[in-house]
């Protein structure tokens, strides 16, 4: 379901017999257990803009794995749905840096600017974090990260250790890569005063592109 300019983009990625096995996996578990996010959003981050219109990777570990959160895109969640705390922990980083109190965050809204909202795995076993974690999503993240970053001028967040297990894959040369724990109550702590959201504006600034508006 990748979008047709994604799909010739990540041509390897998609037809490696590995992405096949993982094809077969996520069959028998939506056969057998509720699975995040639903079939047809597993790859929405991919559905805002063509590869060449990407200027930041968010990088998180999996989705949001209770009834109704998921959408398809890292830390998001849809209209309607209570906050969940990474997203909360999020806003506030986003409120220190900025200085100003923050009382929403609409992810869509970075999507629409280029920000490309994924998780190192892609789908996930109700109620189970990290359920479908070693199952091949890794290889096809890793793809889009090679392939991204060879084209230079992007902005990486890695937020957490699954994010951060794929740093090497990235080109340094020519991008800016950030680093941090994830958003998570378990590590927010280690999170709060990152200040990458003003560090890849500068960036992007600095390369002569427009800075995101992040809120």
């Known amino acids: ?3 047709d300019k994604w799909r010739e983009f990540l041509l390897e990625e998609t037809k490696a017999e590995s ?6 996996f996520l069959a028998a578990e939506r056969a057998r257990y509720a699975v995040f996010p639903p079939e047809e959003k597993v790859y929405r981050a991919f559905s ?5 219109e990407t200027r930041a990777v968010i990088l998180g570990q999996d989705p949001y794995h209770e009834e109704g959160q998921a959408e398809g895109l890292a830390f998001s969640v849809p209209e309607g749905v209570r906050e969940p705390p990474s997203l909360r922990n999020i806003r506030r980083e986003l409120s220190m840096e ?12 970075w999507a629409a600017q280029g920000v490309l909202l994924l998780n190192t795995v892609l789908t996930v076993r109700e109620g189970e974090a990290n359920s479908h974690a070693g199952k091949g999503w890794e290889i096809f993240t890793s793809g889009v990260l090679r392939k991204l970053s060879g ?8 937020w957490g250790n699954n994010a951060r297990k794929l740093k090497d894959v990235i080109r340094a040369e020519g ?17 709060f005063g990152c200040g990458h959201f003003k560090l890849a504006n500068e960036f992007l600034v600095s ?3 427009s800075p995101i508006v992040w809120c």
Do not use: D, T, W
């Open 1 to 3: 379901m990748l979008p």
């Open 19 to 24: 992405f096949a096995r993982l094809e077969e």
């Open 48 to 52: 805002f803009f063509p590869p060449e």
């Open 98 to 109: 900025f200085e100003r109190e923050i009382p929403k965050l609409e992810l869509r809204n």
């Open 151 to 158: 084209r230079g001028g992007l902005v990486f967040f890695l």
């Open 175 to 191: 991008n800016l890569i950030l680093e941090s724990a994830h958003p998570s109550p378990l590590s927010a702590r280690k999170f």
């Open 207 to 209: 390369i002569g592109k």
